[in-house]
């Protein structure tokens, strides 16, 4: 069986920083106010993640489980939140699909408007 990796609030944080550089490579203009910490939220069922803007600044919040999934889905949770704070993306018009599909083609990430099912991104729960 697979070994379930728990991550730490650093690990996470670098993950974050790490998708938001890519972004800012692929001229993606991600919010300069983006925190650059990531937010876990215990007992959050109902989605993965979301986008809240708070205090003059955006926030990056996950879901406690998806700490349970492999890097890579988490990094992809992790971009879709991001390009919410691009202008023009609180929805997932275009040009949040735009920026979607540059990050999926230029860097391979999974960036979905939704996430249909936790074993999806790799969760059982």
């Known amino acids: 069986k697979e070994l379930i990796l728990i991550y730490k609030q650093n690990d996470l ?3 974050l920083s790490e998708v938001i550089n890519d972004a800012l490579k692929a001229k993606i ?16 069922t109902n989605r993965v993640g979301f986008c809240n803007w708070c205090f003059r600044k955006y926030e990056i919040h996950i879901t406690d489980k998806l700490v349970f999934a492999s890097e890579k889905y988490i990094k992809d949770v992790l971009a879709h939140e991001i390009l919410h704070t691009c202008f023009l993306c609180k929805t997932h018009d275009y040009p ?12 391979g990430y999974n960036i979905k408007k939704l996430y249909h ?7 059982e729960v």
Do not use: C, F, L, Q
């Open 13 to 15: 944080d670098r993950m």
């Open 29 to 44: 203009p991600v919010d300069e106010t983006i925190e650059r910490k990531v937010y876990i939220d215990a007992g959050v």
């Open 96 to 107: 949040w699909n735009h920026y979607a599909k540059i990050m999926n083609d230029k860097y």
């Open 117 to 123: 099912s936790w074993k999806e991104i790799g969760v």
